[in-house]
């Protein structure tokens, strides 16, 4: 009987429309099969940046620690998640689609995290890494039973993360790398407004016959990530590896006003100090 019921639990778990979540855009206007069609296909914009960014990266990644690659092989798994909560709208698309972001958050934080502000009873990144992949874990486990636990882990990675860069931002004078910073707040508070719009702004949007804020959110959010992941990965390299003399450039060229940025390394291993 229990297996019955614990059979049962999962099917309902996995069926259409099993999350609480509903986003503002129609569901099946334009496909029977398909909940909510744009937010589904603009899950894919994250199928075309993140292999550009694990392109661009590579470099810095190589010198650096290729782990880091981690942080844009998860946004991969967020774009698959993404684009199955939004097919489907199930509870268990809902807490993969969240889980993958608190996962990119977290590799994100352990390996990015500067050195110099980790806590005193903590000597090296091995061990802050090790804390903070033992608390994801906690947390993700927790979560299918509170689901709830995902929106304040999320929230406080965020934040921390966003007081970070803007603690190490505080005496940089590079103007380009300041435009690099201004350009990934906009980006992440257009995202932002478009989430919250579509969230609690749904009546009004209904009647413009405009439901597609949160579709929007999606192409936005991956390039805030981008530019947030290139600035904070520069950062790290003049903490890290500043024998590599890390600068930024944009892809596809340096001249567009809008492009992919990302870190070019100046120096050589010749450079590299000898202890």
Known sequence: ?????????????????????????????????????FNTMSSFFFFIISPVMLYLLHPYAKERNLAIHLVWILMIFVGLFSAYFHMTLSFVGQMLDELSIMWVLAVGYSMWFPRKLFPSFIKDRTTFSKLVFTITVITSVSSFVKPTVNAYVLNCFGLHLLYTLAVEMRYCTDQK???????????????????????????????????????????????AVAHATTLIAYLDANNEIPYSLPGLQYWPSDKWTIGLPHIVLKGTPKTRKQC
Do not use: P
């Open 1 to 37: 009987m229990g297996g019955v019921c614990s059979t049962e639990k999962m099917a309902k778990a996995f069926a259409y429309e099993s999350s609480d979540i509903d986003w503002c855009e129609d569901n099946y206007k334009y496909s029977e099969h398909v909940v909510e069609y």
């Open 177 to 223: 790398v300041l435009r690099l910073a201004k350009l990934s707040v906009a980006l992440w508070v257009l995202a932002i407004t478009c989430w919250i719009s579509d969230r609690f702004s749904c009546s009004f949007w209904q009647q413009l016959n405009f439901c597609y804020l949160h579709g929007i959110w999606h192409i936005l959010i991956v390039m």
